[in-house]
């Protein structure tokens, strides 16, 4: 069945680069998206890529996907404590299936 | 108006109560999901209408019972639940099951005692 695996915890410094990455199965995905919670919150979508394309960049956002690999990638640039959430990589195929999250921390 | 939202925000009941939880978005979206989502986990899918018509159900307990009464609104009627049911519950909603982008209410954090 489709799965969608990410790594659990990053921690980074205020003004780094944050790389979260993500691996998915189902090959038939159309939509790769990277949604964000905030503590007590719904989810928000950040961004989207199309299954045909390698990059997308959206000002300090830039996704990466390797279709290859199933591999996709999540990268905020200049990193601010206001990104500190857990962030969802998710697929959509025949329905959406999201990762456990990665929770960001931001030390300032 | 990019809103879907959600109330109660907080829900308490006893196992012998019956609730109801409700979603409302008025972006003209005919696609509203629900959603249940424990602590540290991932949202997972419950039901989804189209149209207004149920077209998914994640094999969810009849305890949890979806209504979709017109294509603004969305409720989620609760009858003898479990404490393993409590949970934040969130709704959703997108323009047509295709559509690239789902919005997410802030959910209904359910306690069951």
């Known amino acids: 069945g489709e799965d969608v695996e990410q790594s659990l915890f990053l921690s980074v410094r205020e003004g780094d680069s944050s790389v979260i990455n993500c691996t998915y199965t189902?090959?038939?995905?159309?939509?790769l998206y990277w949604y964000k919670q905030e503590p007590g919150a719904g989810l928000r979508l950040l961004t989207y890529?199309?299954?045909?394309?390698d990059m997308k960049q959206d000002q300090r956002l830039t996704v990466l996907l390797n279709k290859k690999d199933k591999h996709l990638s999540l990268r905020i640039a200049d990193t601010q404590t206001g990104d500190s959430a857990i962030y969802f990589c998710?697929?959509?195929?025949?329905?959406?299936?999201f990762g456990a999250g990665t929770r960001l921390f931001v030390k300032a | 108006d990019t809103e879907v939202t959600q109330t109660p925000k907080h829900l308490v009941m006893g196992m012998t109560n019956k609730k109801s939880l409700k979603c409302e978005q008025h972006?003209?979206?005919?696609?509203m999901y629900w959603y249940k989502q424990k602590a540290k986990k991932p949202p997972e899918l419950m039901f989804v209408?189209?149209?207004?018509?149920?077209?998914i159900n994640e094999s969810v307990p009849s305890r949890f019972s979806p209504e979709c009464p017109n294509s603004s609104l969305l409720n989620l009627h609760l009858h003898a639940l479990q404490p393993e049911d409590s949970a934040l519950y969130l709704c959703?909603?997108?323009?047509?099951?295709?559509?690239?982008?789902?919005?997410f209410g802030q959910g209904t954090r359910l306690t069951v005692v």
């Open positions: 209408y189209s149209y207004e018509k149920l077209s």
């Open positions: 959703a909603s997108s323009q047509g099951r295709e559509d690239t982008e789902a919005f």
């Open positions: 890529i199309f299954s045909n394309m």
């Open positions: 189902d090959s038939s995905s159309t939509y």
């Open positions: 972006m003209g979206h005919r696609a």
């Open positions: 998710a697929e959509k195929g025949f329905k959406t299936i």
